[in-house]
Every structure is written in C-alpha cells, then in structure tokens.
C-alpha cells in the first residue's frame, strides 16, 4: 500500500511575545522544503515567536513558496505572483514580523493539492 502522499504546504501560528534570542528554523531541518514530508508534523513542538526566522531551503528549479491566506491555503490556490508573495531563491528567509497564522505553499504545479491537510 502505498504511503499517503505530502505536500510542500506549511501553516505556521506564530505566538507572542517576541524573544531576545531569535531562532533561524530551516524548514523541514536536512530535507528542506520539498513533497513527501509532513510539515504540519513538522511545526509541532516548535514554537514561533515574532523575530524568528524561517528559512526555506530548496532547489529553485524544483520548488518556490508563496505566502498566502488561510482561504488560499485551504483551497491550494496558487496565487498570481507578485513582489510580497512570491519566493524563489532557493534559501529565502522569512522573518515572522507579526504574530498571527502563516501559510505557505509551493506552486509547482502538483505541489500543492486539495487533499492535503485541512487546518
Ligand atoms: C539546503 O539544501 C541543500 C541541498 O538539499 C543541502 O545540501 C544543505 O545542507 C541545506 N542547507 C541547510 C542549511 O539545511
Ligand atoms: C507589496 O507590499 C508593499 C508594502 O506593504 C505595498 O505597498 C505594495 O502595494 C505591495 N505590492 C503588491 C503587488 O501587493
């Protein structure tokens, strides 16, 4: 049988308050941001506080990360590209600027689906 299918989507609460010591989370540790690996499983135990970091680490040809709404996230809605939404470095580093809930999703095509995880 095979194994349920991952998504390269994140959902991230970040909680207050700020820190003085700010953490750098390489997404996914040594796997990075790629398919087959459980981000929601990922997050769990972690806690984000505003000036943290995420760090997305990925190969550019293969992946990217857009920041989205908890709608589009949801509905896997890639959403047209633009300045603030789109990442595609290949190691881009998000600083959690504000507390509240973070998406993020990949929109390589096939990358993002509507049976991933519900939140
Ligand atoms: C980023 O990904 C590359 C290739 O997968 C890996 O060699 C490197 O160690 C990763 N960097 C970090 C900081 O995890
Ligand atoms: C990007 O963010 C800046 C600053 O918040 C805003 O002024 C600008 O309109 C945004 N651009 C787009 C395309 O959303």
Redesign the pocket.
């Known amino acids: 049988m095979a194994s349920p299918q991952k998504f390269t989507i994140l959902a991230i609460v970040v909680v207050l308050p700020s820190v003085v010591l700010a953490t750098e989370f390489i997404v996914g540790d040594e796997q990075g941001w790629t398919t087959n690996f459980d981000y929601s499983k990922w997050t769990t135990g972690k806690t984000f506080r505003v000036g943290d970091s995420l760090v997305f680490n990925y190969s550019k040809d293969n992946h990217n990360v857009f920041k989205v709404n908890g709608v589009q996230f949801k509905a896997c809605q890639v959403p047209p590209a633009?300045?603030?939404?789109s990442l595609t470095t290949g190691h881009d580093v998000v600083p959690l600027k504000t507390a509240g809930n973070k998406w993020y999703i990949c929109g390589a095509a096939g990358h993002c689906n509507l049976v991933s995880p519900k939140l």
């Open positions: 633009n300045v603030n939404n």
